[in-house]
């Protein structure tokens, strides 16, 4: 679907924004500093339920095995916008709610709506817009959409609270990675450096809105009759973020080829021009004293790091359609290397 015209189409909403979409997170390292010892800080009494994927590892959403076997997962994301047309906004951020229910292996059932929004200065109309976004690509998603919670805030920011269901016997985590399984990417980079150029240049880039829109649910289930159990979603770490993850709590190594990534038309160009965010910097002096950057340029690894927002599935196995970018070995000197 595309946005219709709206009296408020002026209104560059990325302007209204500090950072855009996954690229305005708390960075890595900071986060894991206040999650520490959190996991199992607070006991909980008869909770009806055990606890599958929580805190310990960074998984892309909670799950929990009710008494009869049933899995249930939650997950929630939001962020500021990414792209100044509001429909889209909202297109974007919902699926990129609703990824964290794929990477996990699931499929989303319930997500209510998470609005901030400037009501004495952005008009209400485009948060109508928002809405109507976030609504299609759920209904796309065969996910109900109920209600959710919205403030007034200085700083518009949008996104979804997803309730899935999932097999635990079919979970796919980030800490099942075994040496000598492939690595495959189903989404190509470059995400982030163009959302840059179009937050400081008001260029569109249709292709970009296109991959962060669409739904990474075939990946997933792709990855499961395939008999996958570890993947993950790359997005605000960006891919070298994510593989540090994926392969620290696997206990392996990831092994990274350059030349196999993929990236998006006018990505290059876009660094080139300088259009980097400040969170794909922090991306890269996170995982660099955990790595062996040497086979690449300064630049070529700011891409690597570049903050994705709704970005593919970094898959620990090969399925159709999606390039091999690299494979696990067993834990060396460094959680990531690149060649």
């Not at 015209?5 to 924004?17: E, G, H, I, K």
């Not at 890595?28 to 500093?33: N, R």
């Not at 319930?110 to 952005?122: E, S």
């Amino acid at each position: 679907m595309t946005s219709p015209t709206a009296p408020s189409a002026s209104v560059r909403l990325t302007q209204y924004a500090h950072g855009g979409g996954c690229a305005c997170k708390i960075p890595p390292g900071e986060l894991e500093e206040v999650l520490r010892g959190l996991a199992a800080a607070v006991p909980v009494r008869d909770p009806g339920g055990e606890l599958l994927v929580g805190l310990d590892d960074g998984d892309d959403a909670s799950v929990v095995r009710l008494p009869d076997g049933t899995g249930v997962l939650a997950t929630t994301d939001f962020f500021t916008p990414v792209v100044d047309d509001p429909y889209d906004w909202g297109r974007i951020a919902a699926a990129n709610a609703l990824s964290d229910v794929y990477a996990t292996g699931g499929r989303p059932l319930l997500a209510v709506n998470l609005l901030a929004w400037p009501r004495d200065v952005l008009p209400l109309d485009l948060a109508r817009e928002v809405l109507r976004g976030g609504l299609d690509v759920a209904a796309a998603a065969g996910c109900h959409v109920a209600g959710g919670h919205s403030v007034d805030d200085p700083e518009p920011k949008y996104g979804m609270a997803v309730t899935g269901l999932v097999d635990p016997d079919r979970l796919l985590r980030s800490d099942a990675g075994e040496p000598g399984v492939p690595l495959s990417l189903t989404k190509p980079l470059g995400i982030g450096v163009l959302n840059s150029r179009h937050k400081a240049t008001g260029e569109v880039f249709p292709h970009a809105v296109e991959t962060m829109t669409r739904l990474n649910r075939e990946a997933a289930e792709a990855a499961l009759a395939a008999g996958v159990t570890c993947a993950t979603d790359v997005t605000g770490f960006g891919l070298l973020g994510h593989a540090y993850k994926l392969a620290r709590s696997s206990g392996v190594t990831a092994l990274i080829d350059a030349n196999a990534v993929p990236y998006l038309d006018g990505a290059r160009q876009a660094l080139s021009e300088g259009h980097v965010s400040g969170g794909t910097r922090r991306n890269l002096a996170w995982v660099r004293p955990h790595a062996d950057l040497s086979a690449v340029s300064e630049d070529e690894a700011l891409l690597l790091a570049d903050a994705q927002t709704s970005g593919g599935l970094l898959v620990a196995g090969e399925i159709p359609g999606a390039p091999v970018v690299g494979e696990l070995l067993p834990r060396g000197e460094h959680v990531v290397v690149l060649r």
